[in-house]
């Protein structure tokens, strides 16, 4: 059974750092292909961003509203997907899911929320 | 930015059929793929690769595609399908994804 478990969300001031975790567990992780996506509070879903498997090259994308301020990294030793997050703003409050998305988005992890306030 | 778009709601009777549509450009070259999310749980996989259905999910739920536009339809739909549904797909480029604007469902 495919599991993704979330951690590291909290509060945060605007301006500060924080670093999501996924812990992977019931499928090959180096193999995955995996993404990040946020949803704020009674908002829809959007895409932050993916990291390819480093067998087919590593690359990462992301969408334009976090692009320059958010890193994507993998460590396969340990079966676990990173969310660092840099100069973090209001509009960054939401809840993030880690999913594996190696043809579409399949499988979801439960979320971890963050929340950007002074 | 590329965009999909929905519409905000849909309303169906139990046992009626539902369809949600999603637009955008670059569908006729990409695939689409539809998420179900409940209140207070994660977005589920109903449809994938336009037209496919994973294991476990009810045949009621179906997909199409054609032209910029995508749909999914409910067959039949049962009360517990109540939900909000959501597209996804990428941008031309195949690098850059975006969901959809979301689609509230309804049965009653």
């Known amino acids: 059974e495919v599991q993704l478990v979330e951690s590291g969300g909290g509060l945060v001031k605007p301006g500060g750092s924080l670093r999501l975790s996924c812990a992977a567990s019931g499928f090959t992780f180096s193999n995955a292909w995996m993404s990040w996506v946020r949803q704020a509070p009674g908002k829809g879903l959007e895409w932050v961003g993916r990291i390819v498997s480093e067998t087919d090259g590593g690359r990462t994308d992301y969408a334009a509203p976090v692009k320059g301020r958010f890193t994507i990294s993998r460590d396969d030793s340990k079966n676990t997907l990173f969310l660092q997050m840099n100069n973090l703003k209001i509009e960054d409050t939401a809840v993030y899911y880690c999913?594996?998305?190696?043809?579409?988005?399949?499988?979801w992890g439960q979320g971890t929320l963050i929340t950007v306030s002074s | 930015s590329y965009e999909l778009t929905q519409p905000p709601s849909v309303s169906v009777s139990p046992g009626q059929t539902a369809r949600i549509t999603c637009s955008g450009d670059?569908?006729?070259?990409?695939?689409a793929y539809w998420y179900q999310q409940k209140s207070g749980q994660a977005p589920v996989l109903v449809i994938y690769?336009?037209?496919k259905r994973p294991s476990g999910i009810p045949e009621r739920f179906s997909g199409s595609s054609s032209g910029t536009v995508a749909t999914l339809t409910i067959s039949g739909a049962q009360v517990e399908d109540e939900a909000d549904f959501y597209c996804?797909?990428?941008?031309?480029?195949?690098?850059?994804?975006?969901f959809g604007t979301g689609t509230k469902v309804t049965v009653l």
């Open positions: 670059a569908l006729p070259k990409k695939y």
């Open positions: 996804y797909s990428a941008d031309s480029s195949g690098n850059l994804f975006v």
């Open positions: 690769e336009d037209t």
């Open positions: 999913a594996t998305d190696s043809a579409g988005i399949e499988h």
